[in-house]
């Protein structure tokens, strides 16, 4: 039994090993029994659970393995890097630009998989290695030439990292960070445009905050929203596997901002030649408001609709649904009863939020209207906020309690700061220990934790 791929289509194998069973039937009182052989595979697994999960290693590592292997097939048909995202983070931008190099080709696109071959993390590794070596072109000089796979879903995956290791152990690898509150919110928009039923039922606010005893397929979409920006502990996994040298961090700020400098520290870590001038073939899309690829006859190739995405600011979401409604007029009782949750600092000075912590964020994004006591708190723009809260539905209240929706929506950032702070902690003793710089977003999400 074994998890190798059969490589030489060999039956070599299974000769000795009848020929042993019959030997040992024969010159033995030992009574041999055996059976078809799905259920005989069951009985293995029952005595070796552990070996249930293959993990498969390049045919090519092992000269035994090679000298056997059928002449039609060669490991040049492997990637030489991976793109392991996380999602949203730019990872197909990184690919269109990485595209563009003369000396770089990915893996071909598949019906079966759509965008992503997605083989280390699920259960397309099941399907084995001649599955995954079909989705890759034969390399036209496979000592020059790069190829490569990006699946976006391979960094917070459990299994990749080992998997990944074990059959392209000398692959390089890169991931691309924003700021994991950013990279939520694009993928509650992404699902929302999927039309995933849990974003379209809850505002993004009811997702990241929900508790347990939510339905299941909100926590669904909480998680997949939330752990992958763990990106700590995302990469230690990496780490475990591949060299700290194999591994390339990107800024995704950087990315989106002066794509042309990452891609030459991009080109720089892979060691591909000739050196490609992106300076020169990149250009700002300002329809697209994002960086394309300049073609010939000055026209541009940006990625599709459904990548910089239009949609409202995190802080700008309009508050909707019966929770919603709820944390709205909570806001509403504290301004109501302003000496409780605003004290003066000095008699001059700005007002501190007070009151219990709950209110806080409220209090802290309305604090740039409120920051002498206001006349009357109950009022709003000369109308009263409880008149507007009743009556029509929150989105027609967005000009006229635009300050306590503003609060409303400040509070998921200020929610996912605070999630995400030891995780944050954790990233920027990795980079430092790694001798990275920490991205803007980073230090700034440090300033805050202080
Ligand atoms: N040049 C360029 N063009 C378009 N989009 C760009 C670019 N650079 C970075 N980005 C950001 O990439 C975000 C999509 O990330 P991914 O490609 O990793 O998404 S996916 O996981 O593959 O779905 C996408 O997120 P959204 O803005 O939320 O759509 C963009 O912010």
Not at 17 to 29: E, I, K, P, Y
């Amino acid at each position: 039994m074994t998890h190798l791929s059969n490589y030489g289509n060999d039956r070599l194998g299974p000769y000795t090993f009848v020929h042993l069973a019959d030997f040992v039937h024969s010159c033995t009182n030992l009574r041999l029994q055996t059976l078809p052989p799905v259920q005989l595979a069951r009985k293995y697994f029952e005595l070796f659970p552990e070996q249930r999960d293959p993990l498969w290693q390049n045919p090519c590592d092992d000269k035994r393995h090679k000298d056997i292997w059928s002449r039609e097939k060669t490991c040049d048909h492997l990637p030489k890097f991976l793109i392991i995202g996380p999602q949203k983070t730019g990872t197909t931008a990184l690919c269109l630009f990485l595209l563009m190099h003369p000396s770089v080709a990915s893996s071909l696109p598949s019906p079966q998989t759509l965008e992503e071959v997605q083989f280390f993390n699920g259960n397309n590794y099941h399907k084995g290695l001649d599955w995954y070596m079909a989705f890759f072109p034969t390399p036209p000089n496979a000592t020059t030439d790069f190829l490569f796979e990006k699946s976006a879903s391979y960094f917070h995956s459990e299994d990749a990292p080992k998997r990944a290791a074990s059959l392209v152990p000398k692959a390089k690898i890169i991931t691309i960070l924003v700021d994991p509150s950013d990279r939520a919110y694009s993928w509650y928009q992404h699902q929302r445009s999927h039309g995933d039923p849990a974003a379209l039922r809850f505002d993004f606010h009811e997702v990241v905050t929900t508790g347990q005893q939510a339905p299941p397929d909100l926590l669904a979409l909480q998680r997949t929203c939330l752990v992958p920006g763990w990106y700590a502990a995302h990469l230690e996994r990496w780490l475990a596997y591949f060299a700290a040298s194999q591994l390339l961090i990107i800024d995704g700020q950087q990315l989106r901002s002066s794509p042309a400098a990452v891609m030459d520290e991009t080109q720089k870590f892979l060691g591909v030649t000739p050196h490609y001038n992106y300076s020169r073939a990149l250009t700002f899309d300002p329809q697209k408001g994002f960086w394309c690829q300049l073609l010939d006859g000055g026209k541009t190739k940006c990625l599709g609709k459904s990548k910089g995405r239009k949609y409202p600011p995190m802080d700008s979401e309009v508050a909707r649904g019966a929770p919603a409604r709820r944390e709205l007029a909570l806001v509403t009782s504290r301004l109501r009863s302003p000496r409780r949750h605003y004290e003066p600092r000095s008699s001059r000075g700005p007002r501190r939020c007070g009151g219990r912590s709950r209110t806080q964020p409220y209090l802290m994004a309305v604090r740039p209207k409120l920051r002498t006591r206001p006349r009357d708190p109950c009022r709003l723009h000369g109308r009263p906020v409880s008149g507007l809260l009743r009556g029509r539905g929150l989105r027609d209240l967005v000009p006229r309690a635009g300050d306590l929706l503003l609060a409303f929506a400040f509070q998921s950032r200020t929610f996912l700061s605070s999630y995400y702070r030891d995780h944050n902690v954790e990233l920027a003793k990795l980079l430092h220990r790694l001798g990275q710089p920490l991205p803007a977003w980073l230090r700034q999400e440090l300033q805050k934790a202080r």
